[in-house]
């Protein structure tokens, strides 16, 4: 039950090396050093997404491509074709930032990966910011991986998105892993504002794959002042798991959608678990489940009023809810073994959902039978440059 305990209290100082403080104010002092170091003219612009192209379009066979320390303006997206790896010098070290006095409305990722080959790859060691005025209204990310399978982001830092830190959609698969998200939440949209959010390929399978390596991983990661830490829908399969939430704001901390707000089908399966979810600021929901099935366990939250809420999805047209079962309703949730404060915490059932969202039936408080957690961590999570030891990126 505690194992996220003792995976939790390191992971802040392996990803910004020689932190001594609790995990927020780490990263809250990483936040301050980065403004100013875009505030200060001698360190920023040092170059711009034109000379982060030019290293990829010269990049070798190795497909490697190191982008030195510095703090490169970003004037529009980077692309980046399946296989290759970005390696920054540190995510304290490399910067690329948008320009908050032309971004505004902005809709566009930093870095676009995409592909459909086998091929691994990866995004390391840099800091993405989108405008962090809250007003603005840019619904931006910091990467967007389309249709990647084997890909890995790791060691990055992201702030300031209006959208999401990290978005994956299609037929992708891979893994977020030692990454910091911060205040990827804009007021002046009042909506969306996830760390990761994941979109599939509006498939439905009949076997999900749960336990399996075909899903979307997040682990290892720490997710401050964000709407959704993580949320889905459009079929998506995501694995949560050993992560730091605190500070969610307006809406539950974990999400999964189900079918509507512009999705043909809702989340598929989730797999969330061994997590720390504390410190909120919007206390009424920890993990909030719309649709779809999954395992949820292990997990401890603090100061929730309901720690794991079970929801019908609000935004489902009427006409695929009004008899039971509802499309792409809850039909086969687990969960077991997490905490609340200390203590046991059990599901409990929106108002709504009455009727439709049933114990015994629908969810169960039990461990999943023949269920077993996926590989961890997972097999891309190692023979980077900041992984432990590595020698230098």
């Known amino acids: 039950m505690k194992k996220e305990l003792a995976l939790i209290a390191p992971l802040v100082a392996l990803m910004v090396v020689g932190c001594t403080q609790a995990p927020n104010n780490d990263i809250r002092d990483l936040q301050a050093a980065l403004a100013v170091m875009l505030e200060d003219p001698e360190q920023c612009p040092t170059g711009t997404s034109v000379d982060v192209k030019a290293l990829i379009d010269a990049a070798g066979p190795d497909g490697v491509v190191k982008i030195p320390a510095g703090c490169y303006e970003v004037t529009g997206s980077i692309a980046i074709p399946q296989g290759m790896r970005l390696l920054g010098a540190g995510m304290d070290k490399t910067v690329l930032y948008r320009d908050p006095g032309v971004s505004r409305d902005q809709s566009k990722p930093i870095f676009w990966a995409f592909g459909r080959g086998e091929s691994e790859t990866q995004i390391s060691g840099v800091a993405l910011l989108g405008v962090r005025n809250t007003n603005d209204r840019g619904e931006d990310y910091g990467i967007l991986l389309s249709n990647s399978r084997n890909f890995r982001v790791d060691h990055c830092y992201f702030e300031g998105f209006g959208w999401a830190?990290?978005?994956?959609?299609?037929?992708?698969?891979?893994v977020v892993d030692h990454s910091i998200f911060v205040?990827?939440?804009?007021?002046?949209?009042?909506?969306?504002?996830?760390?990761?959010?994941?979109?599939?390929?509006?498939?439905?399978?009949?076997?999900?794959?749960?336990?399996?390596?075909?899903?979307?991983?997040?682990?290892?990661?720490?997710?401050?002042?964000?709407?959704?830490?993580?949320?889905?829908?459009?079929?998506?399969?995501?694995?949560?798991?050993?992560?730091?939430?605190q500070k969610n704001v307006i809406a539950c901390s974990v999400d999964a959608h189900g079918l509507g707000f512009g999705s043909s089908r809702g989340s598929r399966y989730v797999e969330i678990y061994g997590n720390m979810v504390e410190d909120p600021v919007y206390k009424q929901c920890g993990i909030g489940i719309r649709g779809g099935d999954g395992v949820i366990f292990d997990n401890s939250l603090r100061g929730f009023k309901k720690p794991i809420l079970l929801i019908l999805e609000w935004g489902t047209p009427e006409g695929l809810k009004s008899n039971y079962p509802a499309k792409d309703q809850i039909r086969d949730l687990w969960i077991w073994d997490n905490e609340i404060d200390g203590g046991p915490s059990m599901p409990q059932i929106d108002p709504e959902a009455r009727g439709f969202i049933e114990q015994g039936r629908d969810y169960f408080v039990q461990p999943k039978p023949g269920y077993n957690p996926y590989t961890y961590p997972h097999p891309l999570v190692a023979g980077g440059p900041f992984d432990p030891g590595a020698t230098s990126p």
């Open 165 to 174: 830190g990290v978005r994956v959609e299609g037929i992708s698969r891979g």
């Open 183 to 245: 205040d990827n939440y804009k007021k002046g949209i009042d909506n969306l504002g996830y760390g990761v959010v994941v979109y599939g390929a509006n498939q439905w399978p009949d076997d999900p794959g749960a336990g399996t390596s075909d899903a979307v991983f997040v682990e290892d990661s720490v997710f401050v002042g964000c709407r959704h830490a993580i949320a889905s829908s459009g079929g998506a399969h995501y694995v949560f798991r050993y992560n730091l939430v």
